[in-house]
């Protein structure tokens, strides 16, 4: 390298984000320990001097690629809900700022869905916490199809409670997700895991939609904050509803047509009900 030594080209890598974590190794005839420490300070992973037989180049190398797919398993299970098998809270909050930023800059929209399980609670006192945690995953599986681009995320934000993110959705389209998402618990069958012996009365899910167009003077947190207010108001409001804003919305059973419920202009759900310690 006629331009740059070593040390600099290594000091260049690890300045850059996209090549900040490759383990560099500096293969030289220096021995000098006043050059290896030289080395390692420009952030070389192993200094090597020369002549090195090729096999034990070969497994020092060997050894990085395992530490960094090893890192790699441990940074995907960070961003993994151990118990639903989906993104987690720590992934959701990573994303939505992220193409918080993307539509500041593009001029997009994005809309957020707050979906909660109701009564879930008898499920674990009747059948188990095991059975419980497997009937999550089979919700969560399920909703999480609705996340079909690239870009969306359907997420485990805690609890009972789940996030799906879409950028570049309108009301529209959200409200019709909310609706197809609402269908499809309604229909769904658990008798596989839950048994026979016991019947079982089926779950119900509640649903609060918001959407906004991101400005630099406002922040994520508003968003969810929205859609969290409206999906308390479809649980106050009835099982298997969403709410768009503060309008409560059913299903009809007859025609799959959403009906409004009530209007409740002005005033935030959080404002107007008391939650209750059943409530999620």
Same mark, same amino acid.
């Given at each position: 390298? *006629?331009?740059?030594?070593?040390? $600099?080209?290594?000091?260049? @890598?690890?300045? $850059? ?10 293969? +030289? ?10 080395? !390692? ?5 192993? &200094? ?13 190398? #060997? ?9 790699? #398993?441990? #940074?995907? %299970? ?11 809270? /720590? +992934? &959701? #909050? &990573?994303? @939505? ?8 800059? &593009? ?28 009937? @999550? /995953? ?9 996340? %079909?681009?690239?870009?969306? %995320? !359907? ?11 879409? *950028? ?30 016991? *019947? ?21 947190? $508003? @968003? ?16 298997? /509803? !969403? ?9 009809? $059973?007859?025609?799959?047509?959403? +009906? ?9 759900? /959080? ?10």
């Amino acid at each position: 390298m *006629p331009d740059k030594t070593g040390y $600099q080209m290594c000091f260049e @890598l690890k300045q $850059q984000l996209i090549t900040a974590e490759i383990p560099v190794i500096l293969f +030289t005839c220096n021995s000098d320990i006043t050059f290896k420490l030289k080395g !390692f300070q420009s952030g070389c992973a192993d &200094y090597l001097t020369k002549p090195m037989h090729n096999q034990e180049l070969y497994h020092r190398v #060997e050894i990085y690629l395992k530490h960094i797919q090893k890192r790699r #398993e441990l #940074e995907m %299970l960070s961003f993994i809900d151990p118990i639903t098998g989906v993104a987690n809270r /720590r +992934t &959701y #909050e &990573y994303m @939505l700022q992220k193409e918080w930023n993307r539509c500041i800059r &593009y001029s997009s929209c994005v809309s957020l869905l707050v979906v909660d399980i109701n009564n879930f609670q008898y499920v674990n006192d009747v059948y188990g916490n095991a059975v419980g945690d497997e009937c @999550l /995953r089979r919700v969560a599986r399920i909703l999480a199809k609705f996340g %079909l681009r690239s870009n969306d %995320l !359907f997420a485990h934000f805690g609890g009972l409670e789940f996030v799906l993110m879409l *950028p570049g959705c309108d009301i529209q389209g959200s409200s019709q997700i909310a609706r197809n998402m609402i269908n499809i618990i309604k229909k769904l069958e658990l008798n596989d895991i839950v048994g026979n012996d016991i *019947p079982f009365a089926g779950l119900s899910i509640s649903i609060g939609i918001a959407m906004e167009h991101p400005q630099i003077n406002n922040n994520p947190t $508003q @968003l969810f904050e929205r859609a969290d207010d409206a999906k308390f108001l479809a649980k106050r409001s009835g099982l298997n /509803r !969403f709410v768009v804003g503060e309008t409560p919305v059913e299903l009809d $059973q007859n025609t799959n047509k959403a +009906t409004e419920q009530i209007q409740l202009s002005g005033t935030r759900a /959080r404002g107007r009900f008391k939650k209750r310690a059943g409530d999620r």
